[in-house]
């Protein structure tokens, strides 16, 4: 989107049509999870949030449900808006394609104030991070996924019958992982 709308973008004061798009799709997103989770932050197209009280957010399937919920709102979401888009750039005709990945992983964090904000940092965050460019889609066959780390799954008690098995190593950390497609 940052390319197709480079030239227009905030032309005459005016957000751009594809930035309000993807705010919009954001927002869904964000009402679906917050609560249970919380808010860390938006990063670009990506929502980060967490919980640091396990017993406030759902288990066992009722996770997955939540997830599963979340994703159907965003593919209405990006249905109605592909359905009444005016704005046919290589971008916004391709909003369609636009997909959701979850990563769910359980580890130790902290809570630290950079400048004015509150960011969560440690290994166990840099590697959920790094879990969003696992091949966990070439695994279910498309992008939209859940991937579940062995420690998300112990500490929610997520099932994992229905699920792909995924085994990485980042940073010579092993990783094993459960995932379950969206679609």
């Not at 940052?2 to 030239?7: G, I, K, L, S």
């Not at 902290?110 to 460019?133: F, M, S, T, Y």
């Not at 695994?139 to 859940?146: A, D, Q, R, S, T």
Request: charged residues 25%; negative net charge; contains cysteine.
């Amino acid at each position: 989107m940052a390319f197709a709308h480079r030239d227009d973008a905030f032309a005459d004061g005016r957000v751009p049509e594809a930035y309000e798009i993807l705010s919009g799709l954001l927002d869904g997103i964000v009402e679906r999870l917050v609560p249970p989770f919380t808010l860390s932050k938006l990063e670009g197209d990506a929502v980060f949030a967490y919980s640091d009280d396990s017993t406030s957010i759902p288990r066992g399937q009722e996770t997955l449900d939540c997830l599963g919920k979340c994703y159907a709102d965003f593919r209405h979401r990006v249905d109605n808006v592909y359905a009444v888009s005016t704005c046919w750039c290589d971008a916004c005709s391709g909003i369609d394609r636009l997909d959701l990945k979850f990563v769910l992983h359980a580890g130790s964090f902290v809570i630290q104030d950079i400048a004015g904000q509150r960011e969560l940092v440690g290994p166990q965050v840099v590697l959920a991070h790094r879990l969003l460019k696992s091949r966990a889609a070439d695994l279910v066959g498309h992008n939209g996924y859940v991937l579940v780390t062995d420690a998300a799954a112990d500490a929610l008690d997520i099932p994992s019958e229905d699920a792909a098995q995924l085994s990485e190593t980042h940073d010579d950390e092993h990783v094993s992982a459960h995932v379950f497609a969206l679609r």
